[in-house]
């Protein structure tokens, strides 16, 4: 009888536990990921769609997540297309930046996730881009409620680190006006499908 009462006993803790933890999957459609690319003295911007994506949630606060990037997907929103938008995103697919024909998918995994206050995290994370993978650090606002998040955050990092050095001075000297900063900026709107 004492045995049936502590399996029992058992079973509850591990069932409460199991539901205090789960993946939230993201609404792709309601989601954005916006990109900033600079020059010195210019910049263009764009997205990038997330083909999926799910947060960890435990006990009301975010633990981890991943998500799968769709490369194949970029645009240009600040050019029209026939005025070098299009000539643009082609050089972006191109192997000397993304790569997209052998690399169409980066991946972001956060591996740590502190808590700083009530909804703002630090976020330690593994970017991987055209099959590199470099960790990275960033911060993040998560409001939870249930099974359901918003998420925002800007994310930035050194293109180099991922083989990206098309016209990078860290690479290439006497670039003038052609120089392209190193350092990415990724906006991210982050919406749950609950």
Known sequence: ??????????????????????????????????????????????????????????DGKLVGGTFVIDMTSITCTDLKPQEGGDKLVKHLKAEDFFGVDKHPESHLKITKAVSVNKEDYKIIADLTIKEITHSIAFSANVRIDNDAFLATSIIKFDRTKWDIKYNSKSFFEDLGDYMILDEIELKLFLLSEK
Do not use: C, P, Y
């Open 1 to 58: 009888m004492t045995k049936n009462i502590l399996f029992s006993l058992v079973l509850s803790l591990f069932s409460i536990v199991s539901f205090s933890q789960e993946m939230v999957e993201v609404n792709t459609d309601a989601s954005r990921l916006m990109w900033t690319g600079s020059k010195l003295t210019s910049s263009h911007q764009g997205e990038i769609n997330l083909k999926s994506g799910a947060l960890e949630i435990k």
